[in-house]
């Protein structure tokens, strides 16, 4: 889109993926009213840049409260939206809660559901994904704004030669 297309009022849902203190929650927290479901436990610097705004609110959430954290969003896919724009902090730390659930809550046989959350997956099998794609189907049916934020992740490989 062009900014002269855009027109005021128009939903924006947005990635914004870079290393861990690079600003993302900065960047997402200038949007009008956010609330930010702080996944990470790292709200901090948020004080010092805007210190003055009365319109941030903050949620937060520790690695083993994906349901405490599942039941907000039942209530924002109800109707309960407040704030102009939502800011998941941080996709990486929800597959950290999602896992941790599915851990917790996984048992043979239990079908299709993991303590009456529905999945799309056998719990035995992918549960973790297919809680992430729910969280995220219900976060893109919102009325507001929709910021993820994601961390870039280090890794390392040793690729192989044919002599090795």
Do not use: C
Not at 19 to 44: C, E, H, M, V, W
Not at 53 to 61: A, L, Q, T, V
Request: charged fraction near 25%; charge should be positive; proline fraction near 4%.
């Amino acid at each position: 889109m062009n900014l002269k297309d855009y027109k005021p009022g128009t939903k924006i849902n947005l990635l914004s993926i870079g290393y861990s203190g690079s600003g993302k929650t900065i960047g997402s927290a200038s949007f009008p009213n956010p609330l930010i479901f702080d996944l990470d436990q790292r709200i901090k610097p948020l004080k010092r840049f805007f210190a003055e705004r009365d319109d941030i609110d903050i949620e937060s959430y520790g690695p083993f409260e994906f349901q405490r954290f599942w039941d907000r969003l039942k209530k924002l896919y109800d109707g309960d939206v407040r704030n102009k724009t939502y800011v998941v902090s941080s996709l990486t730390s929800l597959a950290h809660m999602a896992i941790n659930f599915g851990m917790e809550n996984r048992s043979p046989g239990t079908g299709k559901s993991l303590k009456n959350i529905p999945i799309t997956d056998i719990a035995d099998y992918g549960a973790e994904a297919s809680l992430l794609n729910r969280v995220i189907a219900i976060l893109r049916t919102i009325d507001a704004n929709l910021i993820v934020e994601a961390h870039l992740v280090e890794t390392i490989s040793k690729k192989k030669t044919s002599k090795q």
